[in-house]
């Protein structure tokens, strides 16, 4: 959604060229985080589709939209004008709901995607990565094993753990032209569980009774390319925080 953002904060027919999205957040992963973890890796080997081009980039009449996203996410930790960023095990399903976004409602010909956690430190992230680099062959193992030790999907943090997380999003945005966007996206308890959850039930609300004319058909569509501002306005009413960066905060952010 926050992608959904920029592109229309951009001038009128200036395109996005590249995004950035940085993720603060404390908490406990959940069964269902987990398992949304496992599927993103290609542990299974990949089936052709009966098209010759990604699936995300099937417009409804069959055709290839030309609007395609550049996966830039990095395994490695770096430093920006914001602090230590690392890898973010759910960037890489992210990447794929913006990859669909941008091919249906068109932010930018051939947009750049990069999404990592903030962190204390370079050496800090480095030390997490090769922690998650460890786990990975235990997704690998037979779930008699595997849910032994993880939470199952349905299981996760305590309700009083699930209180004092939080998730911010900070989104930054370049034009095709050089224009410099930004926005923050605040949610103030455990993004995985309790915010998921508030957000799954705005969205079957705004589909439930939001005018159709504020909708969008059906489909394989994301809340960016079905509900759009729709969905945007019931999450900031029952809670959600959004923030728009001043144009000097944007120009300046990276």
Same mark, same amino acid.
């Given at each position: 959604m926050l992608t959904y953002m920029l592109a $229309?904060? =951009? #001038?009128?027919?200036?395109? =996005? +060229?590249?995004?950035t999205h940085l993720d603060d957040l404390t908490g406990t992963p959940s069964g269902g985080t987990l398992a949304t973890v496992v599927e993103s890796f290609p542990f299974t080997p990949y089936r052709p589709t009966r098209t010759s081009f990604d699936p995300l980039l099937r417009l409804p009449d069959g055709t290839k939209s030309p609007y395609a996203v550049r996966n830039r =996410?990095? !395994? =490695? !930790? $770096?430093?920006?004008?914001?602090?230590?960023?690392? #890898?973010?095990?759910? +960037?890489m399903v992210n990447v794929n709901a913006v990859a669909r976004s941008n091919a249906l409602l068109g932010y930018g010909p051939s947009l750049e995607y990069r999404e990592g956690r903030l962190g204390p430190s370079t050496g800090a992230m480095l030390g997490q990565l090769l922690e998650l680099s460890k786990a990975l062959p235990f997704f690998l193992l037979p779930d008699f094993i595997k849910y032994s030790v993880l939470p199952r999907p349905g299981e996760g943090p305590s309700p009083q753990a699930m209180e004092r997380g939080y998730l911010q999003v900070t989104a930054h945005g370049e034009g095709e032209r050089g224009t410099k966007v930004g926005a923050r996206f605040y949610l103030g308890k455990d993004a995985g569980y309790l915010e998921t959850a508030r957000m799954l039930v705005e969205a079957g609300l705004t589909l439930a009774l939001e005018p159709a004319e504020r909708l969008s058909g059906g489909g394989v569509l994301t809340p960016a390319s079905a509900m759009g501002d729709a969905f945007l306005e019931r999450l900031v009413a029952s809670g959600t925080k959004l923030a728009w960066m001043s144009p000097e905060e944007a120009a300046a952010f990276l």
């Open positions: $229309s904060r =951009l #001038p009128r027919g200036e395109k =996005l +060229a590249r995004v =996410l990095s !395994p =490695l !930790p $770096s430093w920006t004008k914001q602090g230590a960023v690392g #890898p973010f095990v759910m +960037a």
